[in-house]
Nanobody, 127 residues
Framework: QVRLVESGGGSVQVGGSLTLSCTAS????????LGWFRQAPGKEREGVAA???????RYADFVKGRFTISEDNAKKILYLQMNSLESEDTGMYYC?????????????????????WGQGTQVTVSS
């Protein structure tokens, strides 16, 4: 069973920065996509950013220019660098992994495309 473990969450003031990490227990077989999702209080889960083994990266409009997703494949770690944090960024952040079939990935930022999920790490942004 693949396990994903997030870390790096915490409390930060508006305008501050945090870097989240997600460590996987096993390498993926074949092509894959890795993503970050978040669940804000009273809101639906939403995709934040994703990348795949084919070199594609996608960001949600509300974080583009502020967040950076990256991967250290050798260490099986996914990162989310978050800068210029806003109150609206508060929520539980989850990392996820899914397979890419047929050598093509659409990076839809859709949770249905991901098979494995971490338990989440809390991010709280306050003024």
């Amino acid at each position: 069973q693949v396990r994903l473990v997030e870390s790096g969450g915490g409390s930060v003031q508006v305008g501050g920065s945090l870097t989240l990490s997600c460590t996987a227990s096993e390498y993926a077989y074949g092509d894959y996509q890795l993503g970050w999702f978040r669940q804000a209080p009273g809101k639906e889960r939403e995709g934040v950013a994703a990348l795949d083994s084919l070199g594609k990266i996608r960001y949600a409009d509300f974080v583009k220019g502020r967040f950076t997703i990256s991967e250290d494949n050798a260490k099986k770690i996914l990162y989310l660098q978050m800068n210029s944090l806003e109150s609206e960024d508060t929520g539980m952040y989850y990392c996820a992994r899914g397979k890419v079939y047929g050598g093509i990935s659409y990076l839809r930022l859709n949770s249905a495309d991901f098979d494995y999920w971490g338990q989440g790490t809390q991010v709280t942004v306050s003024s």
